[in-house]
DNA sequence: GAGTGCCG
DNA sequence: GTAT
């Protein structure tokens, strides 16, 4: 007698491998949803980089963060000596942040409406490059004006641990791995729920080497 | 009004 | 794996 210790798994649809999970009240992983446009995402975020270099912000505690971040949209997240905020200028640069490509708020969209959150419109998006090693400890995203719009994660390149916990600090986060387009979308009762990436491991991807670029929209103003 | 940070 |  053997057991099919398979059986139970959930069955991919029919769309070229996708599917999705839920990974608590709200929350859901769309496995391969951004797989087809990784490409066109890949050229978009090295144009926003062309005009907003990715660099390493400092919290308020004063400790430089390991993940390297920029931004595009009308609002950009940053952290400095002040505290965290969302700033229409680059800091850096006095200028504006880039403006959203179309096929990051497409995709956005397109994410948040599978997810069960239709009518989602980001007005920022918070690029962050990881390299092995680097993590972003657990935190709310919790500096959004508007917290009944969702957050949408898209994953490009190498795999990581996504941390997902409750409303506590305390809360034993799930370890969620997530692979190349890959996204993440948490809102309604998750909205605030603490997340994070564990140390990334060492890996080399077809498409972006050995990077991790993590693409987190919202809903900022 | 601190905090997406570090360590063994 | 965890400890704060």
Redesign the pocket.
Same mark, same amino acid.
């Given at each position: 007698m053997t057991f099919d210790l398979f059986d139970n798994l959930p069955e991919p649809d029919s769309r070229g491998g996708e599917h999705s999970e839920a990974i608590g009240p709200g929350a859901v992983v769309l496995r391969g949803f951004a797989l087809s446009r990784a490409l066109a995402l890949r050229q978009a975020i090295e144009q926003v980089h062309a005009q907003a270099p990715f660099r390493h912000l400092v919290?308020? %505690? %004063?400790? *430089?963060? &390991?993940?390297a971040m920029t931004n595009c949209g009308t609002l950009g997240?940053v &952290?400095d000596e +002040?505290?965290?905020r969302y700033d229409p200028n680059d800091p850096d640069s006095g200028r504006p942040w880039p403006a959203m490509p179309a096929v990051f708020v497409e995709l956005a969209r397109e994410a948040a409406a599978a997810a069960g959150y239709p009518g989602f419109v980001p007005d920022a998006c918070?690029i962050n490059r990881y390299t092995p090693g680097t *993590?972003? &400890?657990?935190?709310q995203? *919790?500096?959004e004006r508007d917290l009944h719009a969702p957050i949408v994660s898209v994953s490009l390149g190498l795999p990581a641990v996504f941390l997902f916990g409750g409303a506590r *600090?305390a809360d +034993?986060p799930a370890r969620i791995r997530v692979a190349h387009g890959d996204i993440v979308v948490w809102g309604g009762p998750s909205r605030l729920f603490y997340h %994070?990436i564990a140390p990334l491991a060492d890996g080399d991807h077809p498409l972006l080497g050995t990077l991790r670029l993590n693409l987190t929209f919202r809903k900022a103003g």
């Open positions: 919290t308020p %505690g %004063g400790f *430089r963060m &390991s993940v997240w &952290s +002040r505290g965290y918070l *993590r972003l &400890s657990l935190h995203d *919790r500096n *600090r +034993r %994070g």
